[in-house]
């Protein structure tokens, strides 16, 4: 087969703007949508480019539209009804023919489980690099190349990734680490429909089906406290204290890696280098000993809280406040205090 | 000479480690609280082969040799020394029949022992034959095609769980020592039962019992090698054995060596990590150095079981010195941790009273001492 | 059935230690390992050949010491092992990993199933996988936490942040395996000292692929690395002190509260 290749001498000139794929599911976009428009925005303006967000559906016009009030030049809305369910395939293949038409210099998707399973795919039909999980991105003074920052090594040594001559640039960018778009009554950009040549047999899978989850949805990333337990806890049952804790702070429930290894805990509720990154208000760490993994999802809390058996535990280098002591009676007389002060207030 | 371990050597070191710290050591300080045994632990160590180690693989068995056991067992033993004993002491049984054991004994047991998961263990003690092994009073007379069991073990390590165990018993009492033959008895057979289960300082869940044969009858098939037999047969498995407790003793030290650094360079007081403590720096140098030692120690006696040469002097001398070290480094260890040391959230105080019985059984320090001697002097 | 599984040795992430001074990273008695999710996606093809019959072949990028992970796979119970090293491939990015791996799996040919893990601990980039089928031209389900063969067909469902998907594809297609796919086999005694009797891991190089030399190596590479530093982080921590967790509980939540944060 043809594949697409890089270095083919393109002239990067003839590249512009910045995107953002924006990730839909069933007409709602994800959040992480709107951190990228609002990063997209700061690299567009520093560029002197302009930003346009692309909307794959089928029935998503509405959705698409809403965007153009997050001071967005231009929506791009891939149309066709192959498009209604997400499949690989189809998802690459039509945003891959628009960036093909309309080359655009920066293209950045979410580090969700759908972007980061289209974007290599997509770098794979268009030609080009592209860097993954990015952390921060920045536009070179000298000659305008995307820095694309990123963790690697389990989180112990950032790298600066640049993709210098293949265009577009691009990147998948995890949730939770840019700042949301601001939202404005006025607009000004345009949404411009377009059609795919796609065609059914060009998806080889089928969504049989969607298995909703029953379980109560874990949402580590919009919380504002996390309470998290590591193996501090020292069995399963630990996790009982810390919801109940959870449950008075208005919390959700986080957990080291250690914990969902051994089995205490679903993956979900993992927060680090290979679970969920978080930047809650508050973040109580218990029996957590702060890897540097862990310590790479939760750093960007405003405050946190340690409380940890071991005095050198590394949890309290990075810890606002911390308690020495055991998580079997600090816990408990936290509750106490909150219920204590809660009824001072009446 | 080469000291190195061979590739697949190092693999399965490799592989035990991530067995121990997966499936061995998220239980051991429950299983020291409770006493229960390993059982599921157990099962899991023969699916991966460790149970089979030294039998051969036309009998079901795992193949490769006594160093390959030893490496598993002081990985097993880093994390929990009596999951290790459970494995090194059922490992016994079978290399017995390997040696002694008839075609049909092979056959029938072997694959079982080896990765069916079935415990085996091996019955000598008596309350009045410890380190006596000659004192030995339980009788198997033969009765027809039986023979029948009368006497009682004690102290035997997963004898309420076993299988299959093979018991020491005289088949000729008037003859003494030269009278002791090994007999296989299988777990539910009529008038064979468990006595007490002792409560114990260490391996609390290597479950040890007490046997008690009344009228036991089993068909004389299940004699191993000739009457009269039996004093030969148990030496020759208790020098094998020895290395096995070597391996156990060594795999404690090591970790309680590693717990020790650590702690050392984690720990400040003072404000500065314990490593800026000479006095302190000095106990590692010692308990590193014996640890080494013993590693070569317990190497060595492998190598030289497993190629044929004599090994009875070296098996002891690893099985004396390793378990000496175990005592001295776990000691140091936790002494290194002060208080935190002394308490049940470290795992130190457990590794102390684990790595005691490896200076009691199979052969005291003392016994080693005698067996050392003679070998020594001629 | 026939499964290829690409895996990757990297150094084992928890032992990672960096040289804060240079930036690198200090890989000296660090252990190297198979790359965690790639144990599952051996798993996940050795649980397919243990129902349906079949050969696994064990596929690894690397230098030679790579090896290593290799006859691990075959001590699982890996049929074939093929290492392909070759001082052209150093310094490969994921675009030319990928192509490398792509002409590889051409090579080795007749395939029904490609499993990857769904990224490696060192880079975490998850990009290998994907690449790799598009360059195959073959569909891919990422994310597999489920897999059943049924006929020509293998049901997947994937892991994504709204639920499962429930998939459905014909063979041939790339899965990439996730934690929750498995819980991969320990290699046996008696697989490992196999797997070391005999030296059957191939070895190919350049010359044994059919590649486009643009598209690989560091030259190829469309991305490279621009600098690499340390994280910093410092902040200033205020241990509590108290009589006892009754007290430091109290003082704690008087200071939350004041932050109006509970």
Known sequence: MNRAKVNQGNNLADYHDVWVIAEQNEGKIHPVTIELVGEGRKLADSLAKKLAVVVPGADAEDEARKLLHYNVDKVYYIKHPLLKDFSTEGYALSISELILEKQP?????????????????????????????????????????????????????MATIVCPKNRPQMSTVRPGVMEKAAYHQEIHGKLEIFIPSLKEEEIRTVLIEKVKSDKKKVNLIDAKVIVSGGRGLKAPEGFALVRALAEKVNGEVGSSRACVDAGWIEHLHQVGQTGTTVRPDLYIACGISGAIQHLAGMSEAKYIVAINKDPNAPIFKVCDYGIVGDINEVIPAMIEAIDKNGSFEI | MNFKLSDAHAMLQKVAREFAEKEVAPLAAELDLTGEFPRETFEKMAKCGFTGIGTPIEYGGSGADDLAKAVVVTEIARKCAATAATLSIHSIFPSVIMKF???????????????????????????????????????????????????????????????????????????????????????????????????????????????IFDNCRVPKENLVGKEGKGFNIAMTALDGARIGVAAQALGIAEEALDEAVKYMKERVQFGKPLTALQGLNWYIAEMATKVEAAKWMVYNAAFLKQSGQPFTKEAAMAKLYASETAMFVTNLSLQIHGGYGYMKDYPLERMLRDAKITEIYEGTSEIHKVVIARAVLG | MKIIVCVKQVPDTNEVRINQETGTLIRDGVPSIINPDDKNAIEGALALKDIHGGHVTVLSMGPPQAKEALKEALAMGADEAVLLSDRAFAGSDTWATSTILAAAIEAIGGYDIIFCGRQAIDGDTAQVGPETAEFLNIPQVTYAKHIKAVGDRVQITRYTEYG????????????????????????????????????????????????????????GSPTNVFRSFVPVKEKNSLIIEGQNGKEKAAALINKLTDLKLV
């Open chain 1, 105 to 157: 210099e920066v293209v950045l998707l979410g580090a969700t489980s759908i972007g980061r399973d289209i974007a290599p795919r997509i770098a794979g039909k268009v030609g080009t690099g592209l860097t993954a999980d990015c952390t921060k991105l920045e536009v070179d003074g000298e000659d305008h190349k995307l820095l694309q920052t990123r963790p690697a090594f389990g989180g112990n040594l």
């Open chain 3, 164 to 219: 499962d998907y429930v998939i459905e594809a014909k063979m041939p297609l790339l899965l990439t395996a996730i934690k929750e796919l498995n819980e991969p086999r320990f290699p046996s005694v008696r697989g490992i000292f196999k797997a070391y009797s005999t030296d059957d891991v191939k070895v190919w190089t350049l010359d044994d692929l059919k590649i486009d030399m643009t598209q690989i190596g560091l030259k």
């Open chain 2, 101 to 211: 054991g008839t075609e049909e004994q092979k056959a029938k047991y072997l694959p079982l022992c080896a990765d069916g998961g079935k415990l085996s263990a091996f019955a000598l003690t008596e309350p009045n034959a410890g380190s006596d092994a000659g004192a030995v009073k339980t009788m198997a007379i033969l009765e027809g095609d039986e023979y029948v069991l009368n006497g009682t073990k004690c102290f035997i390590s997963g004898g309420g769980q076993a299988e299959y165990l093979i018991i020491f018993a005289l088949t000729d009492p008037a003859k003494g020592l030269k009278g002791l033959s090994a007999i296989i008895v299988e777990r539910g057979t009529p008038g064979f039962s468990i006595g007490k289960i002792e409560e114990k300082m260490g391996i609390r869940a290597s479950e040890t019992v007490e046997l």
